[in-house]
């Protein structure tokens, strides 16, 4: 076989492995990958090591592979773009009334990308958090994502702070009760002193289509300054998040928000 055709080969095998986990709902194997795409473990660690190398596939913290940060990256520049326009209006209402930074979260592979920000009034409190990565399970924003099942699941949970929750058991617990009070809150659990509170944002396809969430909505501030105000920002977080939805779906009645 000549050098280009085993070039090829190496690269339509790459392509083949790299399809196979950045379509995949949830993280893979190794041996589930070797398996899957038909190709040799040797080949497999050896194509894996490179895409990783290059930022295109990532392992989580149970060591499955996801998609990997270039993909993430591009998806916040591109895919977002749209739905950071349509939602900034609703961001600055949220701002305005509250003063405290409100950002838009959208899952991207295993994380919460951060597509749009309006910073806090308050010099106490103000933060870019777009260049920020939070973990999953201390976020406001990843919780809400992570309850209706638009982020993968890990059960490895690290703990930032004695408020961290780091049992699985009762993390899903909670998941469970944000799907059904319809908001998420964490006050210590990333940074003793910070608060975060947010709420799904949803939108519907079709006229007959459940709606599905595909974003979320929070702010975030000092621990004492939100403090007894939880339940009353969160239901201004759900009133604006359904202000959104309605205009998501006068901007994209058919094809949706990717």
């Not at 982020?151 to 899903?172: F, H």
Request: net charge negative; proline share 5%.
């Amino acid at each position: 076989m000549s050098a280009a055709a085993t070039g090829t080969q190496a690269v339509d095998r790459a392509a083949r492995l790299l399809s196979h986990v950045v379509e995949s709902t949830e993280p893979l194997g190794f041996a589930e990958i070797a398996e899957e795409c038909g190709l040799p473990k040797s080949t497999t660690s050896r194509l894996l090591t490179a895409l990783e190398r290059t930022e295109l596939v990532e392992r989580n913290e149970d060591g499955g592979y996801i998609a990997g940060p270039v993909f993430s990256r591009f998806a916040s520049r591109h895919d977002g773009i749209d739905l950071a326009k349509v939602a900034h209006p609703i961001l600055r209402a949220v701002g305005d009334i509250i003063g405290e930074t409100v950002n838009l979260g959208m899952a991207r592979g295993a994380n919460v990308t951060h597509v749009a920000q309006v910073d806090s009034t308050f010099l106490l409190g103000t933060r870019d958090w777009t260049e920020v990565e939070v973990p999953n399970h201390v976020s406001a924003l990843g919780k809400v994502l992570l309850a209706f099942d638009q982020l993968p699941w890990s059960s490895t949970l690290a703990g930032l702070t004695d408020q961290t929750i780091t049992n699985p058991t009762e993390l899903k617990a909670q998941l469970v009760d944000v799907r059904r009070q319809g908001w998420a809150a964490t006050t210590d659990e990333l940074e003793v002193g910070l608060t975060g509170i947010a709420v799904p944002v949803f939108h519907t396809t079709t006229g007959g289509a459940s709606p599905e969430v595909v974003a979320a909505l929070g702010i975030s501030g000092p621990t004492p300054r939100l403090s007894g105000r939880h339940e009353a920002i969160a239901q201004l977080l759900i009133d604006q998040a359904g202000h959104l939805t309605q205009l998501l779906g006068q901007q994209f009645p058919k094809e949706g928000v990717a």
